[in-house]
């Protein structure tokens, strides 16, 4: 089982011109570039550059099919008949045949996923905008204001203190 995960996580490895290989998956591309994504990021490669592409999912494939016969294998040897025997030991049976069904075509599926990608044309590369970090989001603390409203102590007599400024805030009482 560890080695059937192993071989249907692998990604795609692309083989290129005097160059060495590079793994990762495959994203789409352009008329003139494939776009791959690996351990550092999207990198963009030239489908001149490029002379061969192994696709994942052959390994899980071939894996998944030979379980598929050995276990169908199996099954018919033992006469291919469950009457004369109990329902679990038939299933214990079968289950290799179904798991190695399985596996086929969860690797035929991921081989046809990475060769879609492949053929995808429609992107569109440019230059790419820098990605910005995302904004903590949290608790918003306000700074007091600088300018105090006026306090209960104002002498009444005086008309300047408390009223609003050309910039929109109170102005300072004067000094006693």
């Given amino acids: 089982m560890p080695l059937a995960v192993t071989l249907g996580c692998t990604p795609a490895t692309i083989h290129r011109y005097q160059q060495s290989p590079v793994k990762g998956k495959i994203l789409g591309g352009s008329e003139e ?3 791959l994504e690996d351990q550092w990021g999207e990198r963009i490669i030239p489908r001149q550059d490029i002379t061969d592409i192994d696709h994942p999912g052959t390994g899980l494939e071939i894996w998944g099919a030979l379980l598929a016969v050995a276990g ?3 099954f018919y040897e033992r006469r291919g008949d469950c009457s004369h025997i109990d329902q679990v030991t038939c299933v214990r049976l079968m289950l290799p045949a179904f798991a190695g069904l399985t596996f086929f075509f969860w690797g035929a599926e991921e081989y046809r996923r990475s060769e ?3 053929a995808d044309r429609s992107m569109v ?3 790419r905008p ?3 970090r995302p904004v ?3 608790t ?3 700074a007091p204001s600088p300018v105090e409203p006026p306090s209960a102590t104002t002498p009444a007599g005086d008309a300047s203190a408390g009223e609003p400024t050309p910039d929109g ?3 300072d009482p004067p000094p006693p």
Avoid: C, D
């Fill in 33 to 35: 570039s494939l776009v």
């Fill in 72 to 74: 169908s294998v199996f």
């Fill in 116 to 118: 879609a990608a492949t």
């Fill in 125 to 127: 590369l440019g230059p």
């Fill in 130 to 132: 820098k990605r910005r």
């Fill in 136 to 138: 903590a989001t949290g």
């Fill in 140 to 142: 918003v603390i306000r």
């Fill in 169 to 171: 805030g109170q102005a």
